[in-house]
């Protein structure tokens, strides 16, 4: 990949990781352990059903009020903007495990794969046809170019909404964003890393891509990854009953009041190979 060159957001991924160490100089709460907890999920929910599911491979429907919000959530993972992810994400599936495919373990190693990338300025741009379906919206564009914005409006709002409880505002902000932050880059990156090199494979796809239980667990569903690749149009990514996939769960119950539509998942014929 060459010299890597740093950026503004480089310089804020190591900020937090040493803010978050900070949580050992601060007084334990079992409240602000919650915080942390509620806002590594609900942004979890965010990056998986909104950047990778709805964004990157278009497995449900929402409307345009609500595509904005989930845009605007999973933008406050700090994972920059929303086009960027999806083309990003999409050139992945083009390109697994070769060489273009900037994130691969397989070929350039796992730091690279796990968080070299991101932190490189040189892989900040995205070609826009890639996806020219999503930049049409000129509000998706807006968030996009200002994807700073949603994660320091979350951390501005947790300091203040710490402050009103009585739980410190400093405090608040350290464990419920800042720590969740940087857990869920992690969890987030180890699928580009660790799913495709520690787990099981039930399909013979051309990539290395794994299932894994553990990382299931901590990405609510996205460590079925070979299940992913093998067809990514699908919005359920675990097959079997002990698959558990909580953003599948979730985006189906949003379905029954009318918030999701035309969910998509495996064809018969796929989901009758999974063994």
């Given at each position: 990949?060459g010299r890597m060159?740093?950026?503004?957001s480089?310089?804020f991924f190591y900020?937090l990781?040493v803010?978050a160490?900070?949580?050992?100089?601060?007084?334990f709460?079992?409240?602000l352990?919650g915080?942390?907890?509620f806002?590594y999920?609900?942004?979890?929910?965010?990056?998986?059903?909104?950047?990778?599911?709805?964004?990157s491979?278009?497995?449900?429907?929402?409307?345009?009020?609500s595509?904005?919000?989930?845009?605007f959530?999973?933008?406050?993972?700090g994972?920059?903007g929303?086009l960027w992810?999806?083309a990003r994400?999409?050139?992945?599936h083009?390109t697994?495990d070769r060489p273009?495919?900037?994130h691969s373990p397989?070929?350039h190693?796992?730091?690279?794969?796990?968080v070299?990338w991101?932190?490189d300025?040189?892989?900040?741009?995205?070609?826009p046809?890639?996806?020219?379906?999503?930049?049409?919206?000129?509000?998706l564009v807006?968030?996009?170019?200002?994807?700073?914005i949603?994660?320091?409006?979350?951390g501005?709002?947790?300091?203040?909404v710490?402050?009103?409880l009585?739980?410190?505002?400093f405090?608040t902000?350290t464990?419920?964003f800042?720590?969740s932050?940087?857990?869920?880059?992690?969890?987030?990156?180890c699928?580009n890393?660790l799913a495709?090199?520690?787990?099981t494979?039930?399909?013979?796809?051309?990539?290395r891509s794994r299932n894994?239980?553990?990382?299931?667990?901590?990405?609510l569903?996205e460590?079925?990854?070979?299940?992913?690749?093998h067809?990514q149009?699908s919005?359920?990514?675990?097959?079997?009953?002990?698959e558990v996939?909580v953003?599948f769960y979730?985006l189906?119950a949003?379905?029954?009041?009318?918030v999701?539509?035309?969910?998509?998942t495996f064809?018969?014929?796929?989901?009758?190979?999974r063994?």
């Amino acid at each position: 990949m060459g010299r890597m060159k740093v950026s503004v957001s480089t310089v804020f991924f190591y900020v937090l990781h040493v803010w978050a160490l900070g949580v050992f100089f601060l007084p334990f709460a079992w409240k602000l352990v919650g915080a942390a907890a509620f806002l590594y999920v609900l942004r979890m929910f965010a990056v998986t059903a909104g950047y990778h599911r709805y964004f990157s491979h278009r497995t449900f429907q929402l409307g345009r009020v609500s595509q904005f919000l989930l845009a605007f959530l999973a933008q406050s993972s700090g994972q920059k903007g929303v086009l960027w992810w999806g083309a990003r994400h999409r050139e992945h599936h083009r390109t697994s495990d070769r060489p273009e495919d900037v994130h691969s373990p397989i070929a350039h190693g796992l730091w690279t794969s796990h968080v070299g990338w991101v932190l490189d300025s040189a892989n900040d741009d995205y070609d826009p046809k890639g996806i020219a379906d999503f930049a049409k919206y000129p509000e998706l564009v807006w968030l996009d170019r200002n994807h700073w914005i949603c994660p320091w409006a979350l951390g501005t709002l947790t300091f203040f909404v710490g402050r009103w409880l009585g739980w410190g505002g400093f405090a608040t902000l350290t464990w419920g964003f800042v720590l969740s932050t940087v857990a869920l880059w992690h969890a987030t990156f180890c699928i580009n890393s660790l799913a495709h090199l520690w787990g099981t494979r039930r399909f013979d796809t051309p990539d290395r891509s794994r299932n894994n239980l553990l990382l299931a667990l901590l990405t609510l569903g996205e460590g079925w990854h070979n299940n992913h690749h093998h067809y990514q149009g699908s919005c359920r990514q675990g097959l079997k009953w002990w698959e558990v996939d909580v953003t599948f769960y979730t985006l189906k119950a949003l379905s029954w009041v009318g918030v999701v539509r035309g969910i998509r998942t495996f064809p018969k014929q796929m989901a009758a190979e999974r063994g």
